[in-house]
């Protein structure tokens, strides 16, 4: 069975500060894709990293980074200097790769000025 | 700018009516599908289409039933929906069809529904 764990509900941060979202994943299969998803007040799911099982690298990405750890079944996400239009909802995601895909329970992330 | 496009992006219906939901996308991708998302809570997948044809049905209640004209339009046609059947429908595409591949979702804005 497949499953994703966001165990933060909802994070709050003053603008500049660093945050990190955790992800846990739990998985049997030796294939599969990791991915990251912003969802702002808006609504629109935008779509932002994807990671393969066979690839650990670390990614960045301007402000934001990702450390995948199959170790731990860990993706997490961190932010560095935060921003107010950071403000939203994330959603951690894992597909074997048969268009199906597991979402996370999202964490709610509040940037303050 | 997003490059999956749905309309209409609220509706309000009542029990009794019809209607429809559409969704666009020219990336020539080949899996289109449909989730639904309640407030606060992630999305749900309902129905895949790939390569035009219905590959995942997850098991959703026949008040919504789906259409792929062809490969860029996804419908999803709404009939005696329950007020419980609010929320955010999204549509999604991705580049592969089942089982090739790990290919992200594109997500177009969602359609705002609520049933009177």
């Known amino acids: 069975a497949q499953k994703v764990t966001q165990a933060q509900t909802e994070i709050s941060v003053v603008e500049k500060e660093d945050v990190t979202l955790d992800c846990v994943y739990e998985t049997r299969d030796t294939t599969y894709y990791l991915f990251w998803y912003k969802q702002p007040p808006s609504g629109e799911l935008v779509f932002l990293i994807r990671?393969?099982?066979?690839?650990?690298q670390n990614e960045i990405s301007g402000r934001y980074s990702w450390n995948f750890q199959k170790s731990t079944s860990s993706f997490n996400f961190t932010i560095t200097a935060s921003q107010v239009v950071d403000s939203a909802v994330y959603f951690c995601a894992l597909s074997r790769g048969f268009n199906k895909f597991y979402f996370g329970s999202g964490t709610k992330l509040n940037v303050k000025p | 700018d997003t490059e999956v496009t749905q309309t209409p992006k609220h509706l309000v219906m009542g029990m009794t009516n019809k209607k429809s939901l559409k969704c666009e996308q020219h990336m020539g991708h080949r899996a289109m599908y449909w989730y639904k998302q309640k407030a606060k809570k992630p999305p749900e997948l309902m129905f895949v289409?790939?390569?035009?044809?219905?590959?995942i049905n997850e098991s959703v209640p026949s008040r919504f039933s789906p259409e792929c004209p062809n490969s860029s339009l996804l419908n999803l046609h709404l009939h005696a929906l329950q007020p419980e059947d609010s929320a955010l429908y999204l549509c999604a595409s991705s580049q592969d069809g089942v089982g090739q591949g790990g290919s992200p979702l594109h997500f177009g804005n969602g359609t705002r529904l609520t049933v009177t």
């Open positions: 990671r393969n099982s066979f690839d650990e």
């Open positions: 289409y790939s390569y035009e044809k219905l590959s």
